[in-house]
């Protein structure tokens, strides 16, 4: 479901590398272990199996992470899971196989691979002596269908064709996050329990989905002043909140109807990224009333995924003018405009609709906690 985790993926280290300038989310916890894992007990649903097991789990990243688990943020990572996936650290998706063998047909289509061909790759034995189309019949989990099309990118040489030797599945565990973020995390910081697989396994365990989620939810630096804006970024991409607001201005300024999407610009540019955006347009007509050269301004958008972008020229004159126009200063965070896209979406939602559900529980578990 998320929009930009391959970016974010690549940005980590820079994020990394500045985490200590979000206070709220990076300093050390000033509570003991015990006492975490007793509060978070008690803000577990009542019903849930195994809940000091969850409790270990997410105190365990907190600690590891080197994240303040304070009520408000410990509510904000439990929100995400049972928002995501009502705490299933593995869970079932409705219609799998349909979804399984529409992402192989697709491919295959888009390959010019008759159908034929793909059908006589499927009745091929898998590992588990079942012929691939058996498992694909029998697929329930997300984990099923990572593993299905690991063992046909490995086993099977039109699987490394139709997926390019890329697993499709990039998103999993009890909090959706990408597979990607979670690789260069690990890269960076090291995982913390051991790989006996790889990654990707771990990010359908427990205690993987809970630690790379809340690393993603979290550990990243911003100015936010409520945690609903990371709701948005947690499903939009890093900063998609702070972006969309600076769209607005733009907007305010330019008379150009954007939409506040968070993506300031075009994400096939290319290297020399001569090829503007909707908002790289409006802005670079502005340059001349914000006293920038268009060269100036390109190199202040590169900068989009990272927090330094509030620190840039071009930050700095579109809200000093358009805050002056307004007469007030203007929003430095909204919630991003998008429509949902996902194979396992089967109704019209966004950006807001998530958000809106994410803020209900989290408020809900703040209420527990205070009650």
Known sequence: MHVRN????LLLPLALLTACAT??????????????????????????????????????????????????????????????????????????????RGEIERRAARLKIPKL????VL?????????????????????????????????VPLGQTLFDSANPVRTGGSMQVAIAFAEAHARRQPYPYGVELSIRDEVFSRRGGVYFGIAHLLQYPNSYSRHIYRYADFNAGWYASRNAAFQNAVARLSGVDLVPDGDLRLPDAGLLNRRPSQTQAATF????RLGLSESRIR???????RFDFEQTDTWRAVF???????????????????TLQSPKITR????????????TRYQQCINRAYR
């Open 6 to 9: 391959l970016r974010l993926a």
């Open 23 to 100: 206070p709220p989310a990076s300093r050390q916890p000033q509570r003991s272990a015990e006492e975490v894992r007793v509060q978070l007990t008690d803000l577990l649903p009542a019903r849930l199996d195994q809940r000091e097991g969850w409790a270990r789990d997410i105190e365990a990243a907190f600690t590891h992470l080197q994240l303040l688990p304070s009520t408000e943020n410990l509510c904000a990572a439990l929100a995400m899971i049972e928002q995501e996936t009502g705490y299933s650290a593995n869970p079932t998706v409705p219609n799998l196989p349909r979804i399984a």
């Open 285 to 288: 007509a502005l340059a001349d």
């Open 299 to 305: 190199r202040d958008f590169a900068r989009e995924d």
């Open 117 to 120: 061909a793909v059908s006589a």
């Open 320 to 338: 000093a003018q358009a805050d002056a126009e307004a007469g007030a200063a203007l929003p430095r965070a909204v919630i991003p405009r998008i």
């Open 348 to 359: 019209t939602l966004t950006t807001e609709w998530f958000v809106n559900r994410v803020q």
């Open 123 to 155: 009745r091929l034995p898998s590992g588990d002596g079942r012929n691939f189309d058996q498992r694909l019949q029998a697929l329930r989990t997300e984990k099923d269908m990572s593993d299905l099309f690991e063992e046909l990118i490995a086993r």
